[in-house]
């Protein structure tokens, strides 16, 4: 089965890749994905939090005050907790390249642009094929308008762009008011991808220690229908590639994603818990499907599930929305 795609404009030899993860801090681990089929190699993201504690600016001055207010104590990681500080990061993105054959695509998190520049750049000049811009942001300010969060998205993909000559993927959550509208102003502005979604880890408290907690759950196949639904939404709209991440664990949720309109599936959680072979087991589900509903390769699969091959893609989410809510009868009783 041809299972070729092409996402942010190189050719893969199918679309499932690990999804940035801990596994690429092993390199032993970073081969075995590559022997496991991996088409492409995404690093863990490098936090802007990381690179201002290197150059003693902001988070120092967050440091300097922790210990007045208990609840502060736990909010960013001391330097020494990060798996990879942003030297090291940057090396290990050296060593991965020379290690594999397939794409290396380098990630950074941040909330500024000036958090950005320099490192996009030099993640590129480690040998990086492409960069994944990594939007970890939680809206709480009320003077902040939804504008204003989508202009500081754009403003920092414009700033990489003028630095980085790499193709420039972008890494959303769910939570933007006219994700349609942001991603057309992204496309505008250079991206050559999205990848969707974020999944933001809600924090617990702990009522005893007066303590934000903070809890790691990993994804199930239930979380794919969120990134299915706005993939099929984007899919025929954009000339950007488009990623699915989160909520992939078989080669029937892969298939629902390519349906939707992706060109690449990331893979985490099902590989931190069965370990690389479970990428050659969905590849092989995924080729099956393809092989016995008579498909002549992936490409004639991609976007066929998407809104825009719909007549009346209104119709068709509120004529879903409302089937949806009749669907649920009650369990006469005895």
Avoid: C
């Amino acid at each position: 089965m041809d299972l070729r795609t092409t996402y942010l404009g190189i050719e893969l030899a199918h679309p499932l890749m690990p999804g940035a993860s801990p596994l690429v801090d092993d390199l032993d681990m970073v081969r075995r994905l590559e022997d496991a089929g991996a088409s492409a190699i995404v690093m863990h993201s490098l936090f802007e939090e990381q690179i201002t504690r290197e150059v003693e600016s902001r988070l120092a001055t967050v440091d300097a005050h922790a210990d007045s207010f208990a609840e502060a104590q736990s909010y960013f990681p001391a330097a020494d907790e990060f798996a990879l500080g942003p030297d090291r990061y940057l090396e290990q993105v050296r060593r991965v390249r020379e290690a594999v054959r397939v794409p290396v695509i380098g990630s950074l998190n941040g909330t500024t642009p000036e958090g950005w520049l320099d490192y996009a750049k030099l993640i590129q000049e480690a040998g990086a094929d492409a960069i994944e811009l990594n939007f970890y942001h939680v809206a709480t300010d009320p003077y902040e308008t939804s504008a204003d969060v989508e202009r500081r998205a754009i403003d920092i993909v414009r700033a990489v762009r003028g630095t980085v000559h790499i193709p420039i993927a972008v890494k959303l959550s769910p939570f933007f008011s006219s994700l349609p509208h942001l991603a057309q102003g992204l496309e505008h502005t250079g991206a050559s991808g999205l990848v969707l979604f974020n999944r933001f880890y809600q924090p617990d408290i702990d009522p005893e220690m007066l303590e934000a907690v903070p809890r790691l759950h990993f994804s199930t196949s239930d979380e794919l229908l969120l990134r299915v639904r706005w993939l099929a939404i984007l899919s025929g709209r954009t000339k950007m590639s488009l990623a699915a991440t989160g909520g992939v664990h078989t080669g029937l949720d892969a298939l629902k994603a390519v349906m939707a309109g992706a060109h690449a599936v990331q893979m985490v959680a099902a590989l931190l818990n069965h370990g690389p072979g479970r990428l050659t087991a969905v590849r092989r589900e995924l080729s099956r499907w393809l092989e016995d509903n008579e498909y002549d390769s992936l490409r004639q699969a991609q976007g066929s599930m998407s809104l825009s091959r719909s007549p009346n893609p209104a119709a068709f989410e509120r004529g879903n929305y409302m089937r949806a809510l009749q669907s649920w009868r009650t369990t006469p009783q005895k």
